[in-house]
């Protein structure tokens, strides 16, 4: 086989045809022929007028380890649509690059994963080429209609150059999250900007905001979009519940060190070498497994393995009231978790259970410090749009009438044992009791 064939068949080059090949020490330089004669200009006009021409390279995929030119001779034409001389489009690479599609592709690809050192290291390139290559993708891929019909959207920020910059991202809860808008910072201001693009009716037609519960965000919204529902993001409430979590674990084995250090001060000087024969046991350092309880108590139970899930069952036995704050933590979570969102406000009235009942234990359940304690945010039952709300608003034809919930599979019943939140009520009494003992 001819090398331009092998060339031809292995790089498929769109309305192009392979006529030579060099290898030279910079790499593979893979001459090409045109098969269209009309000049296509970048806005689309076309024409067979030929105002000049010039040879140009493409940076293509590597082969191996050669890196592969594609060389062409290339046509500029007076357009008569743009009303000035422009340079021809060519199938395989996006007008003004050096690169060809396919590398600008994976570079696009490869930027939304790893950081930009790595792909200019990975692909040989420069980071200018790479925020160049970025920049076209985006353009080119950019949904103009990303904007229209948003009803359901999500507000949150993001950190850059560890952590001393931020965006603001605006993700449409009814197209799976996908994100529509981004803005660099998290002012009040740049989300207000992002208000005034979507103009009044798109700001009237919002029904329903997610947001974490800082006040910039809500300021801007209740400013642009007041008839818009605001709700909690399920990510900084639950970040919260772990919040007052910590603080309880950190009381209990504050006091379980205490309690360690003053039964060695009543022990007296330790003895050192072999116990002698007959002596007890040593028992647990209990301060130390109640430190090491973190990640039981705070990660998602379907992703907890077998070590933390005794750990969870040790605390429900010993009837802990680190388990209890896990509980209700688990009964927020299942807020988000509900099939009908008209469900939500009666588990949020049942939520705290029979804990509220009585006085909630003052120091290991303290109330986290966050917004939610001063009750400048929206409250809980905001999670979820009620039913009078969601009636009031009508609903837009080929949108759910729902918002979106986590599709998640829920521990069953059966392959975690221990997760059982409807204890009877007199385990609840016999909890507290325990908590308040402890
Ligand atoms: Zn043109």
């Avoid at 293509?60 to 489009?89: H, N, P, Q, Y």
């Avoid at 059966?414 to 325990?434: G, M, N, Q, Y």
């Amino acid at each position: 086989m001819r090398a331009t064939t092998a060339f031809n068949k292995m790089l498929a080059i769109p309305g192009a045809h392979v006529t030579g090949v060099v290898f030279t020490p910079d790499g593979i330089v893979v001459d090409l022929g045109r098969r269209a004669k009309r000049l296509r200009c970048p806005c689309g006009w076309s024409t067979r007028a030929v105002y000049d021409r010039s040879r140009r390279s493409w940076r293509g995929l590597d082969l191996g380890t050669a890196k592969v030119f594609l060389r062409a001779s290339i046509r500029r034409l007076m357009c008569r649509r743009c009303g000035r001389v422009r340079t021809e489009a060519v199938p395989w690479a996006r007008p003004g690059a050096r690169f060809t599609r396919d590398f600008e592709d994976v570079v696009a690809w490869l930027a939304q994963r790893m950081d930009k050192s790595a792909v200019t290291r990975l692909l040989r390139c420069s980071w200018e080429a790479v925020a160049n290559i970025v920049t076209r993708v985006v353009a080119e891929q950019l949904d103009e209609t990303r904007l229209r019909d948003l009803y359901r959207i999500g507000v949150d920020e993001v950190s850059y150059r560890k952590g001393h910059r931020y965006l603001t991202v605006v993700a449409d809860h009814d197209r799976d999250g996908a994100v529509v808008w981004v803005g660099e910072g998290k002012s009040a201001a740049t989300l207000g900007a992002f208000y005034e693009q979507l103009g009044e009716d798109g700001c009237a037609q919002v029904q329903a905001v997610s947001m974490d519960l800082g006040a910039a965000f809500k300021k801007a919204t209740d400013a642009h979009a007041p008839t818009a529902r605001q709700c909690v993001d399920p990510f900084h409430l639950i970040a919260l519940a772990n919040e007052a979590i910590n603080k309880a674990r950190r009381w209990a084995w504050n006091i379980e060190r205490d309690k360690a250090r003053h039964a060695a001060a009543q022990a007296g000087p330790k003895r050192r070498g072999r116990p002698p024969a007959g002596s007890p046991p040593p028992t647990r350092d209990q301060a130390r497994w109640v430190k090491h309880t973190r990640w039981a108590l705070l990660k998602d139970p379907e992703h907890l393995n077998a070590s933390q899930l005794q750990v969870l069952h040790e605390l429900r036995r010993s009837h802990s009231v680190l388990y209890r704050c896990w509980q209700l933590k688990e009964g927020l979570r299942d807020l988000y978790r509900l099939a009908d969102p008209a469900d939500a406000p009666e588990h949020l009235n049942c939520w705290p259970g029979p804990a509220a009942a009585g006085s909630p234990p003052s120091s290991p359940c303290p109330r986290p410090s966050g917004p939610t304690a001063t009750g400048s945010s929206p409250p809980c039952s905001s999670a979820y749009p009620t039913p009078s709300s969601r009636a009031s608003t009508q609903d837009p034809p080929d949108q759910p009438s729902r918002l979106r919930t986590p599709q998640r599979r829920r521990p069953h019943r059966d392959d975690l044992p221990l997760l059982r939140r409807t204890d009877h009520p007199a385990t609840h009494t016999k909890v507290r009791r325990t908590a308040f003992k402890a």
